[in-house]
């Protein structure tokens, strides 16, 4: 594109075509590396997807069209899927945003330590997920694990509870564990998004007489929802696709079966290729309209922001 | 799962293109519909003395250590052919994936794989394994006919038993009496909080297991011998009902619902328990807690009225239609097969034999006390319905019957989605 900016007039000179050409020629070997990279398996998983897999006989197929995808959506284990990982995906990103942003206001202040605080919360984020959920798993057993026991200690209600048994509070626990590990995450992306924040604004606001918390709500919150809105974006691309905290907590029992479980199934377990891919495909297109409408919505607030700065 | 299973309706056009589309995929695949197990040769049984080179047996994790140890036992009996084991997956179901990772991409690299008893069916349809009838017909007289069983599918026999597995009720002999049928059983279990019962609950394959071995008790089955769907019966609703009376009245904890068998061993060893439902392989790790000497082990009980049942697991022997040492393999399963060598697995290993004389032997029965309530659940026990579809069946029977235990479904529901979905699995493609 500068190449074409750097040409004065409508006019095209032949040093310029020659140019434009060796650009496509220089860039051509990246393209192409892209479209192999990224487009040839996911037409691979769509021509997977249009086709139905003899689960009975070796290497029989058949083209079958959209049928996999009208099974699929008329399907209500698919509609329960996408329902609960709605509301996990909901629940987890919100409460990490908050809990986020908190630990980076925390992080962000001047104390002994701060650069090995930094470090130390991050631990979560750099355990496999799969070994904090069975960690999560023994922690909620009923009679032996440590919360239920510290609860009963306590006297406090839900030391009797089968935690994973039901599905408001094995929901809870999949969205505990996930918190837990991915907040820091956000704190990450939230304290670097704090500290593009000029100290003249607090010093203005200072001199003006601005209290701590409407510091707090009029100059850090509006100047941080470019980073938060990033971290959004990231956190709930992830937890759409979330798929190990419940196959190892619950193995997708009271109604905590998420839309790539469901996929995993049937690709895996039950060797529906067809069908399990064309759930993969619904999971990645769910996961694509999500990411465009928070991209249209950071974009206009990144764009207000820079207004606001003006 | 039932929607995603295809009723099958196609228009003509759509029959067209899909009879091109199969065309070009068997074409591709050099194989397959037609020829798939026509064009598996038959292991012969007499091939076994001849063979030389080595043979590669691949499976899961050798947590007892048998594996390896047949492998080196075979290698310096044998003389001539020389057998190691690879580990190509941690877990079951990773044992699975990869198997069928190589098994579908024609690799030669394994010659024999371990495979899990309900893998036959989905494995020999498939045409990955070389047909083992001939070799099982001549060691058949000293195998356990229950795990012969296991390897059936379509009147053909594809693996050989190596060892079995049936699931066992340890009791606290302090506390509750040895149960002669699941209904004294619960009976006993829900008289006080230190009485019940635990066993896998969870929403996953082990579920299925325990409620198969009540079902099969109580008279009920899953496929007749037809292959038809069977479960949508009294027995079924009874022993539905039966499992949440159980939660309800104190039988069972209602913890049980997240227990698989390690959680479930954990939580008996507590000592808050009297009955457990589990595999063999928890009586060496009970000893090694403070409940050492004081519980006892029971086969499966009966069902009032009923019979004692259970469901078999345990591992069989399939050669790989790819091996190239298809003689060496077949030297190495008829070693692995003989009474003599069965006494080691029991003796050296801890595993279930399939030689019915192994369990009477007094070197394994030293090491192994409760060998003659095991040979009683073994012998007693029945496969898990034999279709290439069985994960998907598995699938509906364990949902269906945790929706029951959880209480979110009917028992009428639940048995009626169950045979729904089963007739679905059973139609897919």
Known sequence: MSIKSLSPGRGVSTRDRAERRLAVRMTAPSLILMALVAAVPIGYAVWLSLNQYSVRTAGLSRFVGLENYTTALASPDWWAAFGQTFLFAGLSVSLELVLGTAMALLLNLAFKGRALLRTVVLLPYAIITVVSAITWQTMFQPNLGLVTNVLSALGLPGGDVVWLGEHGYAMAVIVLADVWKTTPFAALIILAGLQVIPAETYEAAELDGAGKWQTFLHITLPLLRPAIVLAAIFRTMDALRVFDLPFVLTRGANGTESMSMLAYTQLRENRLVGEGSALSILTFLTVMVVSVIYIRFAGGNIRDVAKEEQ | ?429
Not at chain 2, 40 to 48: E, F, L, M, N, R
Not at chain 2, 387 to 416: C, F, H, R, W
Request: with cysteine.
């Open chain 2, 1 to 429: 799962m039932k929607v995603f299973i295809s009723a099958g309706r196609r228009r003509l056009a759509l029959n067209a293109a899909a009879a091109v589309m199969a065309g070009s995929m068997l074409a591709a695949c050099g194989g397959g519909a037609s020829s798939q197990n026509n064009g598996v040769a038959a292991a012969d049984p007499a091939a076994g003395k001849d063979a030389t080179g080595s043979i590669n047996i691949c499976g899961g994790k050798d947590a007892s250590g048998i594996y390896k140890g047949t492998a080196e036992a075979f290698t310096k009996a044998h003389g001539k052919v020389m057998a190691k084991y690879t580990e190509i997956g941690a877990t079951t179901d990773e044992a699975r994936t990869q198997a069928v990772q190589r098994l579908e991409g024609k690799s030669d690299e394994c010659d024999i794989f371990l495979t899990d008893v309900i893998w036959t069916s989905e494995f020999a349809s498939q045409g990955w394994l070389v047909d083992q009838s001939k070799l099982v017909e001549a060691n058949k007289d000293h195998l356990i006919p229950s795990t012969v069983e296991t390897t059936k599918y379509e009147d053909k026999y594809w693996a050989s038993p190596f060892f079995t597995n049936a699931g066992l009720i340890y009791y606290q002999k302090d506390k509750v009496a040895k149960p002669e049928t699941w209904q004294q059983l619960y009976a006993e279990a829900a008289k006080a909080p230190g009485n019940s019962f635990v066993y896998q609950g969870k929403q996953y394959e082990g579920l299925t297991v325990n409620f198969l071995e009540m079902l099969y008790s109580a008279g009920g089955e899953v496929l007749d011998s037809n292959g038809e769907v069977k479960i949508d019966s009294p027995q079924t609703r009874e022993v539905l009902d039966f499992m949440v009376k159980g939660l309800k009245d104190g039988s069972a904890d209602r913890a049980v619902l997240t227990y698989n068998e390690d959680p479930a061993r954990l939580a008996y060893e507590s000592g808050n328990d009297g009955y457990q439902r589990n595999w063999p392989h928890v009586y060496r790790l009970l000893n090694e807690t403070k409940l050492k000497g004081t519980f006892g082990v029971a086969p499966l009980p009966t069902w009032e009225g009923g019979k004692a049942s259970g469901v078999l697991g345990g591992w069989n022997l399939a050669i790989s239609a790819h091996s190239k040492n298809q003689a060496g393999a077949v030297a190495f399963i008829d070693f692995a097969t003989t009474p003599e060598w069965q006494k080691h697995v029991a003796m050296d290993f801890s595993q279930a034999p399939v030689n019915e004389a192994a369990y009477s032997d007094a070197a394994v029965v030293a090491k192994m006390p409760f060998a003659k309530e095991l040979l009683a659940s073994v012998k007693g026990a029945k496969p898990r319905p034999i279709s290439p579809v069985y994960p998907q069946i598995s699938q509906a029977i364990y949902k269906n019957v945790y929706a029951v235990l959880s209480g979110t479904a009917s028992t009428e529901d639940a048995v009626k989605s169950m045979a729904e979905e089963i007739t679905a699995a059973k139609k897919s493609f």
